[in-house]
Structures are given as C-alpha cells and as structure tokens.
Nanobody, 117 residues
Framework: QVQLVESGGGLVQPGGSVRLSCAAS????????MEWYRQAPAKQRELVAT???????DYADSVKGRFRISRNAAENTVTLQMNSLKPEDTAVYYC???????????WGQGTQVSVSA
C-alpha cells in the first residue's frame, strides 16, 4: 500500500505561481511513473504531467512551457511547479503513482488550486 499526500494548493491570482508537492509513503524509485492529474468542476479528470522512472517527463499541451514536474528521490516527493497560471487551471489537483512490478495504482486525496483575481 502506498499513501500519497498532496500539499501546496490555494488561491492565486492570474499570472501567479503555485508549487504542489506529493509526498509518498514509500520510495519513489520503485515507481514506474508518477503523475499529476486535475479535475475541474463538471469536467473529467485529465492528465497534466508525468515523470517516468528514467526521469523523463511529459505534459499536457495546455500546460507545456508553464508547468514543470520534478522528483526528489531522497525525500520521496514529486513536485509540480505551476507558473503563469490562468483561471482555467482552477481544479483539484491529484497525485498518482504507478509502481513497478504490480498493477496497483494509487491516488492522493487532492489539493485545490483556484486561480482568480
């Protein structure tokens, strides 16, 4: 069982920045990939960013150039740096983990990010 705890959400003005953190209860070195998803009201959950076991990353087109995913294996954390935020980035952001050698997947409880003037 892997527990994921997100932190760092809040209210920010358009153009501002927020840094989200996801703390895992186990070593993230054992993760095939870790991802950030988001879900806005009345919308489906969507993939925002991925970081794979080899350190490579992918982003949704809507956040490319503005968001950056990174990981700290020593602290077992994955971070999403969100810059140049727009009102349409408003959503609950979820951390997701897909370990190696198992079909299990894990989700955090989510953290709210609201972008508004």
């Amino acid at each position: 069982q892997v527990q994921l705890v997100e932190s760092g959400g809040g209210l920010v003005q358009p153009g501002g920045s927020v840094r989200l953190s996801c703390a895992a209860s186990t070593s993230i070195i054992n993760m095939r990939r870790m991802e950030w998803y988001r879900q806005a009201p009345a919308k489906q959950r969507e993939l925002v960013a991925t970081i794979k076991s080899d350190g490579t990353s992918d982003y949704a087109d809507s956040v490319k150039g503005r968001f950056r995913i990174s990981r700290n294996a020593a602290e077992n954390t994955v971070t999403l740096q969100m810059n140049s935020l727009k009102p349409e980035d408003t959503a609950v952001y979820y951390c997701y983990a897909r370990p190696m050698f198992t079909s299990s997947t894990y989700w955090g409880q989510g953290t709210q990010v609201s972008v508004s003037a």
